[in-house]
């Protein structure tokens, strides 16, 4: 059984950094890329950001791009969220979802399980 | 980037009501288009992937289709654990980007 869950979240100040932890289980962690999806409270879900399935390629979105870094860690099958500068837009429930193509696959591929998020607050 | 456009943002239905809920894409996207159903206080459960493939285990009464620009999900019958707030996924290039998200709520 596939589970993705997410840790590190907290209540930060404007400028601090924080980082998220997505530790999964029950897939073959190095053959998908992984991604991290936001959500602020009330609103919609933004997309975040990427990393290839070797590790190599990572995405961002404008947003948080110069300021978060994905990455992850093979040998503990643990997806991680360095978020640096943050500010009180970041303030977010933040889930990390696993992509469902395998790296083995053509095309692109959306993400079929999802972690139940860790939250993010940025608050003076 | 890809915008999606997602019509209507809420819509008021009763139970076995035929609710459509559209998403429209910037540019063309082929059919790399999914849709998610999202619950207070859970995380987003994949319905519908590659524009009409139904996720093993979701009812059928949940369908999608459209190819390109275009795409629709429908709910044939709503039913009571269907009320909930929808969204669609482009993923055919990055930055991914999700529509707005319809909320179905109880008439």
């Known amino acids: 059984q596939v589970q993705l869950v997410e840790s590190g979240g907290g209540v930060v100040q404007p400028g601090t950094s924080l980082r998220l932890s997505c530790t999964t289980s029950g897939f073959t962690f190095r053959d998908y890329a992984m991604q991290w999806v936001r959500q602020a409270p009330g609103k919609g879900l933004e997309w975040v950001a990427a990393?290839?399935?070797?590790?190599?390629?990572?995405y961002y979105a404008d947003s948080v791009k110069g300021r978060f870094t994905v990455s992850r860690d093979f040998s503990k099958d643990t997806l991680f969220l360095q978020m640096n500068s943050l500010i009180s837009e970041d303030t977010a429930l933040y889930f990390c979802a696993k992509a469902w193509k395998t790296r083995y696959a053509s095309g692109t591929s959306d993400m079929d399980v999802w972690g139940k998020g860790t939250t993010v607050t940025v608050s003076s | 980037d890809i915008q999606m456009t997602q019509s209507p943002s809420s819509l008021s239905a009763s139970v076995g009501d035929r609710v459509t809920i559209t998403c429209r894409a910037s540019q063309g996207i082929r059919n790399d288009l999914t849709w998610y159903q999202q619950k207070p206080g859970e995380a987003p459960k994949r319905l519908i992937y590659a524009a009409s493939s139904l996720q093993s285990g979701v009812p059928s009464r949940f369908s999608g289709s459209g190819s390109g620009t275009d795409f629709t999900l429908t709910i044939s019958s709503l039913q009571p654990e269907d009320f909930a707030t929808y969204y669609c996924?482009?993923?055919?290039?990055?930055?991914?980007?999700f529509g707005q998200g319809t909320k179905v709520e109880i008439k």
């Open positions: 996924l482009q993923h055919d290039s990055y930055p991914r980007t």
């Open positions: 990393i290839s399935s070797d590790g190599t390629i990572k």
